[in-house]
């Protein structure tokens, strides 16, 4: 009975350490990765834009306060070209 008693005992202790591993690795959004491309424009030269992770369109690392798809419309709107 003995042994019973200490399979159950280092059996739940286990489980709840498996319990434990499972909710912290998927139970944890993972913070999305900026996606970025380098732009090219005559007036400003070389500049990276990026797509944060709140969808606003970043310049060089510098947060726009636009969204990425307005941003980059209005970019190729205007002659720049992405993603060279």
Do not use: H
């Amino acid at each position: 009975m003995q042994w019973i008693a200490f399979i159950e005992k280092e059996g739940m202790k286990k489980l709840g350490f498996l319990i434990i591993v499972f909710s912290f690795l998927f139970g944890c959004k993972k913070d999305e990765a900026p996606s970025c491309t380098r732009c090219n424009s005559d007036l400003s030269g070389e500049f990276e834009l990026c797509r944060e992770s709140n969808g606003n369109a970043s310049v060089n690392g510098q947060d726009t306060g636009t969204s990425y798809e307005v941003y980059i419309s209005d970019l190729e709107e205007t002659g720049v070209q992405c993603g060279i």
